[in-house]
């Protein structure tokens, strides 16, 4: 069983307006994600207080072999986190296999903290 986990982290800076509160950046963020990036929101979770936030989580399983071939195939658990800081966003997404018996991913998405300096 592969054990491989990664972990993504983008900055995008100046996302926002100054002048929008952080409900109306995560208003507009929840509308990104599902115009732009086609996630249904019924699979969007607002994240809980200190984040202005989403997560989604989706396994996704794929095989490159021939399809007469195919064996039941290993997914992966795919964990994103979208965070409003300031007028930034700031993303975070870690890989790991379905069924991960260690669950250093989660611990590290649940300890991290984005605050905006001002």
């Not at 208003?27 to 984040?51: K, S």
């Not at 095989?63 to 700031?90: N, Y």
């Amino acid at each position: 069983m592969d054990l491989g986990r990664q972990l993504h982290i983008d900055w995008a800076a100046n996302t926002y307006a100054p002048e929008a509160s952080s409900e109306e950046k995560r208003e507009q963020l929840r509308m990104t994600l599902i115009q732009q990036h086609g996630i249904p929101e019924a699979e969007l979770t607002r994240l809980p207080a200190p984040w202005y936030g989403w997560e989604w989580r989706k396994v996704v399983r794929e095989w490159l072999g021939p399809p007469e071939e195919m064996p039941e195939a290993i997914g992966e658990l795919l964990r994103d986190r979208w965070l409003v800081a300031g007028t930034s966003l700031v993303f975070l997404q870690v890989i790991s296999p379905e069924g991960d018996p260690f669950p250093e991913g989660e611990a590290f998405l649940d300890s991290l903290r984005v605050t905006d300096l001002k």
